[in-house]
């Protein structure tokens, strides 16, 4: 696809919900081109040849070996994908960066100082240094020589970010900002040489500082003893009278906000990137014990139980990376429209990360749950040995833990996903009024039982699809006019709404992915992406059900409840199939290929 097309092709952000997505537009893993496979193989070899082999020593934090494998990591340019070559980097495109998160996201800690490093840690000075802070520190960064962090949590303020009580003094001879107050949580902390840091200008300005390890009145505490992720540092920072150089303001005093949810809107997506890494890998391991583990005289891989864990491990990673790489393409397409539009580059990749903000916050959650499902369940398949330190799996299921709860907990990343769609409907941004009146129009009419274009060999899952978003549309809809301005205040709602948002976007890209496929590849081949999708529909059919009816019970009554209960049957009943069959048809390709498949 030319970047013309491409950019046609890309939809506003949250317009999916409201408009049918054409798969030749849409980017799927198996477009990636020859130097993004070169690169997502350097990203696996590095990490068999210099990571894995030496995990232990990474978990118990070595002296010095964190920092020197970020070095190793930036000699080969693995810290630089994203950072423009003026600066030291390689300027490569938002989908190769987001392969890099991805090939290294098996790492374990590793993975977690390097996504620190290459995202809060660099892209903040990146996207909202002068020209001067890039050139002293982003040069540094991409290549490796220097290490970056970001502090933004304090111990009384987390998710409510802006209650930071850190504090900016503009000195008396208006030369430095004096910061006092205390950072906790922070990743790479340990080690780093740069830290963004926030803090508060005349009690209520929030802003961004660039903090130098050396300025006098910085010092850090011990490292934190924490569930997973051990060799990953993690420390409290202290700020008594610390001296920062008024020209170390990043971007706009009392602006501090902007460079602190624009970077997570990146974050959240690289994240998703990290626990696809990880999850192959952990699908790949756990595939390789279930052959050689034998009981009751044969391997475990034989019990259709194990079979089923095993399928459905390797079926969320597929739908997530379907849903990752989607949008990957439509940031990377909005990019460089901006660029082509003459718009400087901060600001067209920051845009464009915005104008997927919605996008960004369910891949996090996407991602985040699909790993935690996937090391669960590789546990179970290892049995007492997945709790044991001996076997890599136990490790994997304390390390990925962690991915729920940062980049935003899963509940808020929830709760902004509804509310980032309602608002961009009520600023205009996205038409969601008149598709939601036409849904409640069709309530009122005589269900169409048809499945759409008999000669459209997939017409039924596109019919299922618009369903799904008419689902959300009469459930979000009703709730919006029933409970108007109180409906903040009724968050297990806006859960269920975001809930059913996830399973649509996701069951979507997976569709589109594999009609896309199709175009491409004989029928033959792509047998194992469509049992992928059917099972996957299947399921998502029942959760967008279950979570839509339990929303509808919160707030309606009487006959506008009974009306809407037998709408949201309506719209997530999906044709009768046989699960249990193509689950095994999926395991099947795994044992054959001893790994995860693709
Ligand atoms: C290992 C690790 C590394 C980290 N690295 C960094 C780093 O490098 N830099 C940095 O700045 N921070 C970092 N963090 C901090 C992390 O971002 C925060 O822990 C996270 O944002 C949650 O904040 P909190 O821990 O204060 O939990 P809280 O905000 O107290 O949340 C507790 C619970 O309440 C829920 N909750 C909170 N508010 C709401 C609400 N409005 N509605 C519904 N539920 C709500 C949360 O979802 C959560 O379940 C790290 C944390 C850890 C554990």
Not at 148 to 171: I, N
């Amino acid at each position: 696809m030319d970047t013309a097309t491409q950019t046609a092709a890309s939809l506003k952000g949250g317009e999916w919900l409201i408009k049918e997505s054409q798969p030749e537009e849409t980017f799927i893993p198996e477009d990636f081109n020859e130097e993004q496979h070169m690169v997502k193989d350097m990203c696996a070899s590095f990490l068999d040849t210099e990571v894995l082999p030496i995990i232990q020593r990474i978990d118990s934090m070595e002296p010095g070996l964190m920092p020197s494998l970020v070095v190793k990591a930036g000699e080969q340019g693995l810290l630089g994908t994203a950072v423009p070559e003026s600066l030291g980097g390689l300027g490569k495109d938002f989908i190769t960066s987001t392969l890099v998160n991805e090939g290294l996201g098996g790492g374990f800690s590793f993975s977690v100082a390097i996504a620190a490093h290459t995202g809060i840690g660099t892209l903040p000075i990146l996207y909202f240094g002068t020209d001067a802070q890039k050139e002293k520190y982003v040069t540094k960064l991409a290549t490796g020589e220097w290490k970056g962090s970001y502090g933004l949590t304090e111990p009384g303020s987390g998710s409510d970010a802006l209650g930071a009580k850190t504090t900016a003094t503009l000195s008396s001879d208006g030369k430095f900002y004096l910061l006092n107050g205390q950072k906790c949580w922070i990743t790479n902390g340990g080690f780093a040489d740069v830290y963004t840091v926030f803090a508060k200008v005349d009690g209520d300005k929030f802003t961004a500082f660039i903090v130098e390890r050396g300025f006098e009145g910085f010092t850090q505490g011990p490292e934190e003893h924490k569930m997973g992720i051990k060799g990953s540092s993690t420390v409290q920072l202290y700020f008594q009278d610390c001296k920062v150089p008024v020209e170390n303001v990043l971007g706009e005093i009392g602006r501090g906000h902007i460079i602190a949810f624009n970077i997570l809107n990146v974050g959240r997506l690289k994240l998703c990137a990290a626990t696809l890494g990880g999850a192959k890998r952990a699908i790949t391991t756990t595939v390789e014990y279930a052959l050689t583990r034998e009981q009751f005289k044969e391997p475990i891989a034989h019990f259709g139980a194990i079979q089923h864990k095993l399928a459905e491990m390797a079926i969320k990673a597929w739908v997530s990376e379907s849903a990752l790489y989607r949008t990957a393409e439509w940031i990377d397409a909005k990019e460089r429209s901006m660029i082509e539009a003459g718009k400087p580059f901060n600001e067209s990749t920051l845009g464009a990360a915005e104008e997927y903000a919605i996008e960004c916050a369910i891949l996090k959650v996407l991602g985040s749950e699909m790993l935690d499902y996937v090391v669960d369940e590789g546990v179970q398949i290892h049995g007492g040995n997945g709790y044991s330190d001996e076997y890599i799996i136990s490790k994997a299921y304390r390390d990925s833990r962690i991915n729920r709860i940062y980049e935003g907990t899963n509940e808020i990343n929830r709760l902004l996903i509804v509310d980032m769609v309602l608002k961009r409907a009520m600023k205009g941004r996205l038409d969601l009024m008149g598709p939601a009146m036409g849904v409640q129009k069709e309530l009122m009419s005589i269900p169409d039982f048809g499945s759409g274009d008999d000669s459209d060999p997939f017409a039924s899952e596109k019919k299922l699809i618009a369903n799904f978003k008419k689902a959300i549309l009469m459930t979000a809809g009703a709730a919006v006019q029933k409970l108007m301005m109180k409906l903040d205040k009724e968050q297990e709602i806006l859960m269920n709404i975001a809930d059913m948002a996830i399973h649509t976007f996701t069951a979507e890209s997976a569709l589109l992915r594999v009609i896309k496929l199709e175009s491409s590849k004989a029928d033959a081949a792509n047998q194992w992406e469509k049992d992928v999708l059917k099972v996957y529909l299947s399921e998502a059919a029942d959760q967008i059900f279950i979570a839509g009816k339990e929303a509808i019970n919160s707030f309606a009554e009487g006959d506008e409840q009974r009306m809407m209960q037998l709408g949201i049957k309506r719209f997530t009943k999906a044709d009768p199939f046989n699960t249990k069959d193509a689950r095994r048809r999926i395991v099947s390709r795994l044992y054959e290929d001893k790994k995860y498949p693709l």
